[in-house]
């Protein structure tokens, strides 16, 4: 073999070695998707935190390459395959729960607990697109993965996708947290259509302030009586309420703050860039990726109903000085904390001094609790 | 430095006893007699094979470990019961096998399957055994620990046919050192569920609640009814212990400010002022308060010194110190 021959046979290993040899239409409609992702977080403010590492993340997983070397994600050993391991065994989502539970400020639930039975109504969202994924002909364990969505909750979604529907998880990690984003677009028409003019002028009670003695019981008894209820929740229950007992006890403050941001920014990190590598064309473009993105907009048009009109049911029983106002309902569907904005920029609409938005972070951060519930049940049944 | 030597002691022994009792997990799992077209090892040949299944959740290194066709009785003659199976294996290699040290391929993963080949060839490594079977009779496959103790025994029937299997019904699923014929069936590879699985789970991984809510429940109304109840039942009880908790707490706080002598009297409703108003002039109070600080440039600049003099120069530091009057 001659040197020129040599130096062309060895160019030609390297360009079969490139993305350039291995690319296929899928990687690149799949590229165009990651580069939308990132187009949405930084020219439209669009859940940056997420949508960023997402995005960023899907580019990661679709550079096309020859399988083999260790680099891939769904390759043991690789690197990313070791990063992604925390998603596939769900490390993370418990440990952003610490994080969530460390930020969360419970106060407006606790001075009016009534609003966690909102919370709970919303979570209908969930088991209506079970229902609906069923007659579509999924099973029950991809149904439920698929469900989840409609709990507006991304760690959780991770969570129980992971357990009983690992195939389906980057698909429907990437749908709850693009309706997420799109909270602002898909639930203000809804709540205006499920509400009369004068239910959304409905002015609230002020809150009554809690002391600092219920804020440090809430997460003890919440953990005990949930987790009774619910043990296969206690992953995400238990990190919830022992990241707000950081928070509330006062001792710990060093340790809240940590949890709050600078671990639960690394796992947002990781988190979201394993989650959008794990999206490779191979397994993101198929038709179950169009059906969970429809039941996905599906559970969030339901959970916002459910919410909103469980408000107004609720209001049938209440005395007229303590009526909710039904914008508020939304807010249970979690997605913490752009529902609550979503209810007061619509209360707002309608009657500029009238600001909802302590009154609906009850529901919100109870819809956080439910919507770890509802996993928690469906993992009992399904897992 | 004793102590350091005492913990890694502590260590070893605690490493060996979990070894120990991880072997305890290992039990024979698929055994065929006859393979001609079946399941092949390294060399790319056909030998008999016996599974082994790792039921524990640790990896178990089944180094020095022995595996036998006839039971081994111990002499109670003062012999290390390892001394005695090691001069047994190495005198009697048509019967007793001597899994070698320091081979990869004997650490069992947690909930994985080792196969050895029946083909008395163990120069070809170390899963092959060092003694063959003989299909047309019965076998007894035995498995002993290090020290001598039994861990697992497998009856083979005599005649099987060529690339069929003597199977456990569940992986793992058998009773330690002994021998249960109704825990073990015949495979013969036609169906799923006879499907022949060397290094593979028998029982295909399916899960019982998935299929029965599929049958019971295809609409998934009863779950969705069931599930909603119990996420209402948990918040609902949360509702109704901090509801009880606020109203104890509401009417401690009252009672603490009774006994507190009395504050400025409601000055703010004497003076007819809306509570939008007053609320708005809180606001705007907290808003000049928290907010003083917060518009900064950002533009960091060295402001110059005007003096002219320098540390040299300077009269502050060229005059000398006051004197010390010392106590005698």
């Known amino acids: 073999m001659s040197q020129t021959e040599f130096l062309l046979s060895k160019l030609n290993e390297f360009w079969q070695f490139t993305g350039f040899a291995n690319v296929e239409i899928t990687n690149v409609i799949m590229l165009c998707v990651g580069l939308f992702f990132i187009y949405l977080a930084i020219k439209h403010d669009f859940e940056p935190m997420l949508l960023v590492p997402i995005g960023f993340g899907i580019l990661i997983g679709n550079i096309p390459f020859q399988p083999g070397n260790e680099i891939g994600i769904y390759e043991e050993g690789s690197v990313l395959n070791i990063l992604y391991q925390g998603v596939r065994q769900g490390w993370y989502p418990p440990l952003i729960f610490l994080g969530i539970g460390a930020m969360t400020d419970f106060s407006s639930l606790l001075a009016n607990p009534k609003l966690m039975l909102v919370g709970a109504a919303a979570q209908f969202g969930i088991f209506g697109a079970y229902i609906i994924a069923l007659a579509l002909g999924f099973m029950p364990d991809q149904a439920g993965a698929i469900a989840i969505i409609g709990g507006a909750d991304g760690p959780t979604a991770i969570f129980l996708s992971g357990k009983l529907a690992p195939n389906l998880m980057g698909a429907i990690a990437v749908c709850a947290y693009s309706y997420m984003a799109l909270v602002p677009v898909i639930q203000p028409p809804v709540m205006r259509l499920l509400t009369t003019k004068k239910e959304r002028l409905i002015r609230m009670k002020p809150a009554r302030k809690v002391s600092q003695t219920e804020k440090i019981l809430f997460p003890i008894f919440g953990l005990i009586l949930t987790c009774f209820v619910v043990p296969s929740g206690l992953p995400l229950l238990g990190m919830l309420f022992f990241g707000n007992l950081l928070r509330e006890s006062g001792v710990t403050t060093r340790l809240a703050k940590t949890a709050s941001n600078a671990m639960t920014d690394m796992v947002t990190i990781i988190l979201g860039m394993t989650v959008g590598a794990s999206t490779q064309a191979s397994e993101f473009l198929t038709k179950e990726t169009i059906f969970i993105f429809f039941l996905g907009f599906c559970a969030f048009v339901i959970a916002t109903c459910s919410g909103v009109l469980f408000v107004k049911f609720f209001n049938l029983l209440l005395p007229k000085h303590k009526k909710l106002n039904p914008l508020i309902g939304n807010a249970g569907v979690s997605a913490v904390p752009m529902a609550a904005r979503i209810s007061n920029d619509v209360g707002l609409k309608y009657d500029p001094t009238n600001y909802l938005l302590m009154h609906a972070m009850g529901p919100n951060v109870a819809g956080v609790i439910g919507s770890a519930v509802a996993a928690g049940v469906l993992l009992g049944f399904l897992g | ?328």
């Open chain 2, 1 to 328: 430095m004793k102590k350091r030597i005492f913990l890694i002691l502590l260590a070893a022994v605690a490493v060996t006893t979990v070894f120990a009792q991880g072997r305890k997990e290992l039990r024979f799992n698929e055994v065929m007699m006859v393979n001609d077209s079946s399941y092949i090892d390294q060399y790319g040949q056909h030998q008999p094979w016996v599974e082994v299944f790792n039921r524990s959740y640790g990896t178990v290194g089944m180094e020095q470990m022995f595996i036998s066709n006839k039971p081994i009785d111990i002499p109670d003659n003062g012999m290390k019961p390892k001394d005695f199976l090691n001069d047994y294996a190495q005198k009697n290699p048509g019967i007793c096998y001597e899994i070698p040290r320091g081979d990869r391929d004997t650490k069992v993963a947690p909930r994985t399957h080792v196969v050895f080949f029946a083909d008395g060839n163990t120069a070809a490594g170390a899963l092959h055994l060092s003694f063959s079977l003989d299909p047309s009779v019965a076998n007894t496959l035995y498995l002993y620990d290090v020290n001598g103790d039994l861990v697992d025994v497998v009856n083979i029937p005599a005649s099987m046919k060529p690339n069929t299997t003597f199977a456990l019904k569940a992986d793992g699923q058998s009773d330690p050192a002994t021998f249960n014929a109704k825990q073990w069936s015949m495979r013969d590879g036609k169906t799923d569920a006879q499907a022949i699985t060397p290094g593979k789970f028998n029982l295909a991984d399916q899960n019982d609640n998935i299929e029965a809510f599929h049958v019971r429940d295809p609409y998934g109304v009863i779950i969705a009814i069931m599930a909603m109840s119990v996420v209402f039942s948990a918040l609902l009880i949360l509702y109704l212990c901090f509801k009880l908790f606020g109203k104890f707490f509401g009417r401690k706080k009252e009672g603490d400010e009774a006994s507190e002598p009395a504050a400025q009297p409601a000055a703010i409703a004497a003076s007819g002022s809306s509570d939008n108003e007053v609320i708005a002039a809180i606001g705007m109070a907290l808003f000049q308060h928290l907010n003083a600080h917060d518009q900064e440039s950002g533009i960091i600049t060295i402001d110059h010194a005007h003096e002219a003099h320098s540390a040299w120069s300077s009269k502050l530091n060229a005059m000398g110190h006051m004197p010390i009057h010392k106590e005698q």
